[in-house]
T-cell receptor, first 117, second 114 residues
Framework: AQTVTQSQPEMSVQEAETVTLSCTYD???????LFWYKQPPSRQMILVIR??????QNATENRFSVNFQKAAKSFSLKISDSQLGDAAMYFC??????????????FGTGTSLTVIP | DVKVTQSSRYLVKRTGEKVFLECVQD?????MFWYRQDPGLGLRLIYF???????EKGDIPEGYSVSREKKERFSLILESASTNQTSMYLC?????????????FGSGTQLSVL
């Protein structure tokens, strides 16, 4: 089974600054998808950004961008111009490209981000 | 707007009780999932279903069962609740055909077993 590792249980950032959350994963597959999900105090999980492994270009969504290093199996999330509303638990997730290997997403253990005013 | 609804936000049960956690989605999704979320452990898959009456075990199915009699509804059942099943339970759904389709989550049920 694939494993997803988030080595930073907690991070903090000053408002308006930039922060990077780390994620590494282990897989023998060549095609897959990677995701960052955000879980605010409301508990509603929200998709932040996703990356297809076959794409070399890093995904970006407004203030959120990723640094995808396929050979290193690394998928970090950069949040620019941090806002108070970015405070949440962030989960990195992996999904196989092939549906016949199961419809499972594999999640990391999460990074709790605090934004300091 | 897309919706996954979990019937209870908070639930308190006693050891040995039979517990039903209900989840309903209104997006006609084929896939539905039950996850358990614990601090330091992230989200762990209990069961998933890719069609009515179909189910597959996830990584931690012991002590749980599921039911999917209708496409929109996926129930998680704790046959005899134990204190180590105190946790946050998240339901999610997604389309089957598109492999990169994101998961849509409910707001979670915080279950306490006393």
């Amino acid at each position: 089974a694939q494993t997803v590792t988030q080595s930073q249980p907690e991070m903090s950032v000053q408002e308006a600054e930039t922060v990077t959350l780390s994620c590494t994963y282990d897989t023998s597959e060549s095609d897959y998808y990677l995701f960052w999900y955000k879980q605010p105090p409301s508990r509603q999980m929200i998709l932040v950004i996703r990356q297809e492994a076959y794409k070399q270009q890093n995904a970006t969504e407004n203030r959120f961008s990723v640094n995808f290093q396929k050979a290193a199996k690394s998928f970090s999330l950069k949040i620019s111009d941090s806002q108070l509303g970015d405070a949440a638990m962030y989960f990195c997730a992996y999904r196989s490209y092939y549906t016949n290997t199961g419809n499972q997403f594999y999640f990391g253990t999460g990074t709790s981000l605090t934004v300091i005013p | 707007d897309v919706k996954v609804t979990q019937s209870s936000r908070y639930l308190v049960k006693r050891t040995g009780e039979k517990v039903f956690l209900e989840c309903v989605q209104d997006m006609d999704h084929e896939n539905m999932f039950w996850y358990r979320q614990d601090p330091g452990l992230g989200l762990r898959l209990i069961y998933f279903s890719y069609d009515v009456k179909m189910k597959e075990k996830g990584d931690i199915p012991e002590g749980y069962s599921v039911s999917r009699e209708k496409k929109e509804r996926f129930s998680l059942i704790l046959e005899s609740a134990s204190t180590n099943q105190t946790s946050m339970y998240l339901c999610a759904s997604s389309f089957l055909p598109s492999t990169n389709e994101k998961l849509f989550f409910g707001s979670g049920t915080q279950l306490s077993v006393l």
